[in-house]
């Protein structure tokens, strides 16, 4: 969890030089991180060089799950915003900049999306997504044609946003559930001018997983039998 200094933003990260010397570029004002480590293997050198950064605050949670760290991550929200953001990522230079343009926007949205660089085992980049133009008229509509919530691409109001959207993950596919929730509940979306994120390694998105179509059917079923 990232923690900008004065007024606005926290993004929450996994332990990792590079990304958090991306979130430092990323906004204009100093920020101040909070890391969440979760399980109990990870890398000595690699906590000790965050437990010796003067804006870092780390904490370590025994719990080996993604979807955990991002929820005790969350519960550390003290701000009006909040992103996260995975260790084999980073942002752009401006990049949460240019999300909070968006967010502090007339519109005032509590969601804006964006799209990112994803770089393959060749090094050649392509673009997370080919479209994000539909996501804000209609964005639980446009899960069913794509993934459009990932890991990174998000910045969030954290009224509009709480802690129990981050419970109940689906395994493997924590992003799209928080998705359909989000769109079930019919946020408010913006989509800002992309992309802001660059995803480092070649690796498979946790939205893209097999079933997917059959999760969100499952999920309209039950978001169905739940009472408004």
């Known amino acids: 969890m990232v923690v900008r200094s004065g007024r606005w933003s926290q993004v929450s990260c996994d332990c990792s030089a590079d990304p958090i010397a991306s979130i430092r570029k990323a906004a204009t004002a100093p920020v101040r991180l909070i890391v969440v480590v979760n399980g109990d293997r990870h890398d000595p050198a690699a906590c000790a060089w965050l437990l010796a950064q003067p804006d870092v605050h780390t904490e370590f949670v025994p719990q080996p799950s993604l979807a955990n ?12 915003y909040f992103a996260t953001l995975d260790d084999d990522d980073a ?101 800002s001018r992309g992309p802001d994120l660059r995803h480092l390694r070649h690796r498979r998105f946790a939205l893209q997983v097999r079933g997917l179509r059959e999760i969100l059917h499952a999920a309209v079923r039950a978001h169905a039998r739940t009472p408004a």
């Open 91 to 191: 942002f752009t230079e401006g990049g949460l900049d240019q999300r909070l343009a968006v967010m502090e926007s007339a519109a005032q949205p509590d969601l804006v999306v964006s799209n990112g660089v994803r770089r393959d085992v060749n090094g050649q980049d392509s673009p997370c997504y080919d479209t994000l133009a539909d996501v804000p008229g209609a964005p639980l509509a446009a899960l069913f044609r794509r993934p459009w919530l990932n890991s990174g691409n998000a910045l969030y109001r954290s009224r509009s946003i709480g802690i129990e959207y981050f419970e109940d993950p689906h395994a493997f596919a924590e992003w799209t559930w928080l998705a359909f929730k989000l769109g079930g509940r019919r946020q408010a979306h913006r989509r």
């Open 69 to 80: 760290a991002v929820l005790h991550g969350r519960r550390l929200v003290t701000t009006p």
